[in-house]
């Protein structure tokens, strides 16, 4: 009897695993010849729009950001970037440079939303959003493109 109660047991608990709502993945758009396939990204990426140009991090990145929340951002931005491996990166108010990433909070921009950012990519990579959220979720996106070292 205890055999069947085990069994039971088993097959019940199988059962929750596999019919349990799965988290959403990653959908990657597919490329096509005139534009290539937008990275994969946790969420995705909800509008691609590739453009000339890249971005390189090198150890002479710096974080730009001149408000409080700006500089917020930017400050959990650094210690992120550190824990993953790609060095200090100082937080510094000012004009950005070649190889800077620039934290841009911009109430005008209502289009974004209080969640969205537009993250431009080229001598230096820019995260712009309405919200200090947005900003935040901008730099999410940052952390997952560039990766480990």
């Known amino acids: 009897m205890r055999t069947r109660w085990r069994a039971a047991g088993?097959?019940?608990?199988?059962a929750l695993v596999l019919t349990a709502p799965l988290p959403a993945a990653a959908r990657q758009e597919?490329?096509?010849?005139?534009k290539p396939a937008?990275?994969?990204?946790?969420?995705?990426?909800?509008?691609w729009t590739p453009t000339?140009?890249?971005?390189?991090h090198t150890r002479t990145t710096r974080l730009v950001a001149d408000s409080p929340e700006e500089r917020r951002?930017?400050?959990?931005?650094?210690?992120?970037?550190?824990?993953?491996?790609?060095?200090t990166v100082p937080v510094?108010?000012?004009g950005a440079r070649t190889g800077d990433i620039v934290i841009d909070i911009r109430p005008d921009r209502t289009s974004l939303g209080t969640e969205g950012y537009e993250l431009r990519s080229g001598a230096r990579l820019s995260v712009t959003a309405a919200t200090e959220?947005?900003?935040?979720?901008?730099?999410?996106?940052?952390?997952?493109?560039?990766?480990?070292?």
């Open 92 to 94: 510094v108010r000012g």
């Open 30 to 34: 597919p490329a096509t010849p005139t």
């Open 73 to 87: 951002v930017a400050g959990t931005l650094a210690d992120d970037l550190r824990a993953a491996g790609h060095g």
């Open 10 to 14: 088993v097959l019940a608990a199988l």
């Open 133 to 149: 959220t947005g900003a935040f979720y901008g730099t999410r996106t940052v952390l997952q493109l560039l990766g480990r070292p």
């Open 52 to 56: 000339p140009g890249h971005y390189r």
């Open 38 to 47: 937008a990275p994969v990204t946790v969420p995705a990426l909800t509008d």
